[in-house]
């Protein structure tokens, strides 16, 4: 199972509410209560901190899961997606237990799960899904999963619950009910995302600020390239750097890495120089951190093109001290640097999945075409290219 993108496989056509819902009326042979939506997600800055206590910077994509419900009496969860096989799946509310495995239906049925466990009278419902987030490319498909089930369970038993709620709830869905040991991030940007901003989300507290990032207004543009390279960390890679920041954390005396200031970051890591891997992972995630306060001060001035070198710098990072990018990423990265990019880095849990790219508007198409030929000559898949627009959080559509 992956990080962040083991849910409903992508379609490739658009939809939106009405079509969902009749999806949903011939599954069910009844039209549903309500519609749902809620989003993919672009991480700008600040990558694998969230579960450091630290900063991070996602931003709402246009791909959208959505969500078609309504609520059951009998405590029944019957779930539907249009772009897996298999049919319906079934379930007892009252008989769901965290467990390996489940496939894309565990998500949904863990929020179901988690919101029980905090108490919450949330019963039976009939869910069809419909989705246009690239599954397997670092854009938090799961995510988007969770928080429109999240969502619409919300609305169908009037629970009157805030985005935040809903982020931490899906969040708890995912590590327990799902076994995955992701941060905040995905399921908050999902959650609480505005038309035109980055989301500055500081992980320890949950306190976020919306910081305006009007790329068409500055001629900029923010290319997403889909390596199509999918990460699968089952292996335990995305838990085993976790255990090592952990690790640094206990060595250095605090509590978590947000702790260790960058400042005194030359005297914090010759303390783990008996664990040179862990040395690596919290030189990451402390310089990671700054970089996150470095966009959002330059984005504050309306210096928007010199957050560039940062994200080239947190890809290095990530490469050489984390550790966790590829030849697919790195070629997108490289290339598009060398074709005039103002920077670039790869984007999510690693291994695979997209990078992203700032450009001058002029030069998008110059650096597109850059990318696609580098691919080709390395006998690499096509890479799929397309411009990130910062879009919103989830939201009912009907």
Known sequence: MTVHEAAVPATEHPHGAPRTAAAFRAVYGA????????????????????????????????????????????????????????????????????????????????????????????????????????????????????????????????????????????????????????????????ACCTPGHALFLDARDLSLRQVPFDLAGEGLRLLVVDTRVKHELGDGAYAERRAGCERGARALGVSALREVPHALLPEALPKLAGEPVVQDLVRHIVTENHRVEEVV??????????????????????????????????????????????????????????????????????????VTTAFAAAGHTAPRIFTAVPGAGACRLA
């Open 31 to 190: 039209a549903p209560e309500g519609v749902w939506a809620a989003p993919g997600r672009v991480n700008l800055i600040g990558e694998h901190t969230d579960y450091n206590d630290g900063f991070v910077m996602p931003l709402a994509l246009p791909h959208t899961t959505i969500a078609a419900a309504s609520a059951r009496p009998d405590g029944v969860l019957r779930l539907h997606s249009g772009g897996a096989e298999g049919g319906v799946v079934e379930l007892r509310v009252d008989d769901l237990r965290p467990a390996s495995g489940g496939g894309w239906a565990a998500y949904p049925a863990g929020i179901a799960w988690a919101m029980r466990e905090a108490g919450l009278p949330v019963g039976g419902a009939d869910l069809h899904f419909d989705s246009t987030v690239p599954t397997g490319a670092g854009l938090s498909s799961s995510a988007a999963l969770e928080v429109v089930t999240a969502l619409a369970l919300n609305d169908l038993y009037a629970l009157g619950l805030e985005p935040l709620r809903l982020a931490r709830l899906a969040q708890r869905a995912e590590n327990a009910f799902v076994g995955v040991p992701c941060g905040i991030m995905d399921q908050t940007a999902a």
């Open 297 to 370: 001060a330059r984005l504050d001035a309306g210096d928007t093109r010199a957050i560039g070198p940062l994200l080239t710098e947190g890809h290095r990072s990530l490469r050489d001290d984390f550790k966790i990018s590829c030849v697919e990423l790195d070629l997108a990265v490289d290339t598009a640097v060398a074709a005039g990019a103002l920077g670039a880095r790869m984007t999510g849990g690693g291994f695979g999945g997209s990078a992203v790219v700032l450009v001058e508007e002029a030069d998008a198409q110059r650096v597109t075409d850059a």
